[in-house]
């Protein structure tokens, strides 16, 4: 991955979590990694711990950025989530995997599409 793309990824992410804070969730962990893998953003919502992966494109010719989120990587994230859980020995009522596709416009403002329950 370049540093470019690094930056990118880095930039949509930080879109992401104020998008998160701004539609009432608490967020509680970014970018935790592991030996497997890495989870983008853990955030409360109300009673429901949301897993949320977040996807950024500068545009949609590779596809929109939640086509990015393959069953492959949903199957991924859920043993994180699991792993997550177990060390932290966080309890929820519910748990929940979201997708937040962050698309970087020419000019203005990231637009932020938060996907919730997607898988």
């Known amino acids: ?3 470019r793309n690094q ?3 880095a930039y949509g992410e930080r879109c992401a979590t104020r998008h998160l804070i701004g539609a009432g969730l608490r967020p509680v962990a970014r970018n935790w990694r592991c030996p497997d893998g890495e989870i983008d953003i853990i955030a409360w919502d109300g009673p429901v711990l949301a897993f949320c992966e977040v996807k950024t494109r500068r545009g949609d ?3 929109t950025p939640a086509e990015a989120v393959v069953p ?3 199957r991924r994230l859920r043993g994180l989530a699991a ?6 020995g966080t309890t929820a009522e519910e748990v929940r995997f979201d997708v937040l596709s962050v698309r970087l416009p020419d ?3 990231a ?3 938060h996907l919730k329950g997607v898988f």
Do not use: I, N
Not at 83 to 88: F, N, Q, V
């Open 1 to 3: 991955m370049t540093k």
């Open 7 to 9: 930056a990118v990824g």
């Open 61 to 63: 010719s590779f596809g």
């Open 72 to 74: 492959a990587k949903a």
């Open 83 to 88: 792993r997550w859980l177990a060390e932290t």
């Open 107 to 109: 000019a203005g403002p």
């Open 111 to 113: 637009q932020v599409d």
